[in-house]
DNA sequence: CTGTTAGCGCGTTCAT
DNA sequence: ATGAACGCGCTAACAG
């Protein structure tokens, strides 16, 4: 298909015969500019449905006005919430973005962060892949002061902003909630050790133990790589063990939903038997049965305080330094933890 | 923050005293060059490491490699899937694309539009908002030949290429399947009579009952805004009726769902009572209790079709006559549904 | 083999 | 109050 073609200043200026730089004044309200030939321009313009070309203005003032995000999925709510809050920021403030998903791969992550630099976007929000363990890409970016912040999912290696919810505490306050309800014997249901989600979060698990004196060689720690398979091998496992928890812990929800899963097909009862709690508060987490306790993480006002932030620098509104947010999660306590009178 | 400063072919050409337009034929592989020159350059430039800038070689030519694309929403599950095929597609074609989401509102999905090509993307994917009835601003694009299709959300009014599902098989499929099971009241929870889906999926019903012998005067449709309250209502008012329904088909997932709470707060068993379906075949529909029947929306094949047709015209591979593909829905058969040994 | 010229659409000089 | 010239980064056409 042949685009159709663009009206430009130049022709507006043929048939009007007057100079580009007149069209381009007018259409740009400049004072200095006679009443008639700026209506003439104007109208002109507009009758042969003239739109501005922000591509020539972005490489005239070598600003595109647009940023670059990249995450490892779109399809998650959790991303997509973040996306949209990025998207209606940067919208309310003039820019575009472009977004690429890294599908979870490092190599299709550095391939994302070469083209959007290709593009000429003016700064970059990144989520990092979960293969993502070396960061010489961003290191590149930072050495050619290329503005970016990390969200979410991001590393320490790198002296840039980040946005990031307090994983730590907010698995604090749900294995806390667990303890005081009365459980005792509490598992985390974790997910690859290097990821730094489940190094975080089981920091705060630890933490909760310890405030109610279970030393951490107590912890029940069970590692999945989150596949369909593993996360069922480690809960059936976890089901034939002589002293088996009395409630889990799961560090993200769809993992706890299917965890949930798994026990009710195996005539476990939740809570009764065993109590599970998740992290993210995912919008099924409110509708399955029994509803499931989780941690609130604030998906959508990370992205505009992300993207805000990000532009605040490009703007110079801040300085550079970087900072580091870290969002309040809150506990959001459902029927899949409450503790039954008896037991 | 002051962008680092980007090194141009220029810079390049200076610094080893060569031409401009020497340093372009050597970075893009000019076989009438001389060997030796064209190493020199392609080491320079990876020394200093030099990044091919997209958008001059857009405005040269007059093609951005960009798709823009318009959704009502980002964080609805089947939204981020359309996008997510829509982006892995692009990004396979050597485009990248920028995203907008209108918010369901009317004014400014017609803005989204108005950026979008003032950007310059070489086309777009639109899905319309709710509040969008009249389609100027679509004339418009078509009138300036500036290639775009439509998904999902789609109008008639404008002869361009669309992809949608069978929205009225799908509805009739679930239909029909609850009338096998053996219901016989069936009521159609409806969203506003204006969209294009509600009026679809009605087609469907209607015909599935007129197949089991119900004349369209003993249909049972009730109308809702799609708010919470009103969704409420008109449950709890059809819960009143004397000879009420003792089958719901939800016009969307996530009304069948809040339907669902709703029943069951009311003391009513599902499907025993009241049998229950729904539509899209959103991942909470899988978990909630008990599970949902629904039809199932190829979401991400959408995006994927809708993207690489749009390319393919672009490309000029297929022509431009407008198209409509029609993907198939497949009913998801689950325990909301199913008929009890008794009543 | 390589350099010069011109132009993509725009806006900012600097003239007039 | 308006026009001409120049440059943003790149490449195709034309010269040598």
Same mark, same amino acid.
């Given at each position: $298909? ?18 580009? +730089? ?7 309200? +400049? ?95 990144? +989520? ?21 912040? $990390? ?193």
């Amino acid at each position: $298909m042949k685009k159709g073609h663009q009206v430009t200043m130049k022709e507006i200026a043929k048939k009007l015969g007057v100079s580009v +730089s007149t069209v381009s004044r007018a259409l740009k309200d +400049s004072p200095e500019l006679h009443a008639d030939t700026k209506t003439r321009i104007v109208e002109m313009a507009k009758s042969m449905n003239y739109q501005y070309n922000l591509l020539a203005q972005s490489l005239r003032i070598s600003r595109s006005k647009v940023l670059g995000v990249i995450v490892p999925e779109l399809t998650s709510h959790f991303f997509s919430s973040n996306i949209s809050g990025i998207q209606d920021t940067a919208y309310k403030r003039g820019y575009n973005i472009m977004i690429c998903q890294s599908n979870e791969s490092f190599e299709q992550e550095k391939a994302n962060v070469r083209t959007l630099v290709s593009s000429q976007v003016d700064g970059l929000l990144i +989520s990092l892949s979960r293969e993502t363990k070396s960061y010489e890409h961003l290191q590149e970016l930072y050495d050619r002061e290329i503005p970016f912040i $990390m969200f979410d999912r991001v590393t320490e290696e790198i002296p840039v902003s980040k946005v990031t919810v307090d994983d730590a505490h907010g698995a604090y306050l749900v294995v806390h909630h667990l303890l005081e309800q009365g459980f005792k014997k509490i598992a985390y249901f974790s997910g690859p050790e290097d990821l730094y989600i489940s190094k975080k979060r089981k920091e705060g698990y630890l933490e909760a133990l310890k405030e109610f004196g279970i030393p951490e060689k107590e912890s029940r720690v069970y590692i999945t790589d989150l596949t369909f398979e593993m996360n069922r091998k480690i809960t059936l496992d976890m089901l034939q063990e002589q002293d088996r928890p009395d409630a889990i812990f799961a560090m993200i929800d769809p993992l706890a939903v299917e965890v949930m899963m798994i026990l009710k097909e195996n005539g476990v009862r939740i809570p009764e038997d065993i109590a599970l709690a998740g992290f993210t508060n995912n919008p099924t987490s409110a509708v399955v049965e029994p509803s499931l306790t989780t941690v609130s993480q604030p998906g959508y006002e990370m992205g505009q305080l992300a993207a805000n932030h990000l532009l605040d620098q490009l703007d110079e509104l801040v300085s550079d330094d970087p900072q580091t947010f870290v969002l309040l999660t809150t506990l959001v306590a459902r029927n899949s933890t409450k503790k039954t009178p008896k037991s």
